[in-house]
T-cell receptor, first 114, second 114 residues
Framework: QQQVKQSPQSLIVQKGGISIINCAYE??????FPWYQQFPGKGPALLIA?????SEKKEGRFTISFNKSAKQFSLHIMDSQPGDSATYFC?????????????FGSGTQLTVLP | NAGVTQTPKFQVLKTGQSMTLQCAQD?????MYWYRQDPGMGLRLIYY???????DKGEVPNGYNVSRLNKREFSLRLESAAPSQTSVYFC?????????????FGDGTRLSIL
């Protein structure tokens, strides 16, 4: 059972365009939503994160939009660059026993054409 | 400035063979994690260790064992490898299992089982 659904699986964007990746969740216990970026041959690294008490968070060209009522959140990459070509994972975190559980989406492979 | 170091980077095994994947972190983190990454499946948690001396199962623990050797090192063992365990394995660490601090990932071990 996939608790965090991510789409699209792959995305091709022209340089300068806007890349949009969407995620949806069902479990309302999730209370923290990070995005990870992974370059080929490397491990994922935190890109940006948001809590559900805000609807938007922006860091440079990267913006997370969060819709709590729809249980959806998305990553927008403005002015996409070839260097942004990577796999992007959304994730959701929730309390789990005495720890916190991080659940990842299935990933989106982004290619930005020069 | 090593962060999380995984060895080996690549490995090919035959069905039924055993091996141990090594992971070490130099960030003085308390919690450590093992994930597997498969196409279209995102990252799935195999085992984690909240602190030295403790380990707990994640989403997909069957066929694996772990050892938290000390605060720095967390190993993953495949006792009798199966083709279904062909995957990319990532180790990660975080300051505390209770926090939303980001997980820091190694660069992965690419494991093929024939």
């Amino acid at each position: 059972q996939q608790q965090v659904k991510q789409s699209p699986q792959s995305l091709i964007v022209q340089k300068g365009g806007i890349s949009i990746i969407n995620c949806a969740y069902e479990n309302t216990a999730f209370d923290y939503f990070p995005w990870y970026q992974q370059f080929p041959g490397k491990g994922p690294a935190l890109l940006i994160a948001i809590r559900p008490d805000v609807s938007e968070k922006k860091e440079g060209r990267f913006t997370i939009s969060f819709n709590k009522s729809a249980k959806q959140f998305s990553l927008h990459i403005m002015d996409s660059q070839p260097g942004d070509s990577a796999t992007y994972f959304c994730a959701a975190s929730r309390p789990w026993g005495s720890a916190r559980q991080l659940t990842f989406g299935s990933g989106t492979q982004l290619t930005v054409l020069p | 400035n090593a962060g999380v170091t995984q060895t080996p980077k690549f490995q090919v095994l035959k069905t039924g063979q055993s091996m141990t994947l090594q992971c070490a972190q130099d960030m003085n983190h308390n919690s450590m994690y093992w994930y597997r990454q498969d196409p279209g499946m995102g990252l799935r948690l195999i085992y984690y260790s909240a602190s030295e001396g403790t380990t707990d199962k994640g989403e997909v623990p069957n066929g694996y064992n772990v050892s938290r050797l000390n605060k720095r090192e967390f190993s993953l063992r495949l006792e009798s490898a199966a083709p279904s365990q062909t995957s990319v394995y990532f180790c990660a660490s975080k300051s505390s299992v209770y926090s939303n601090q980001p997980q820091h990932f190694g660069d992965g071990t690419r494991l093929s089982i024939l």
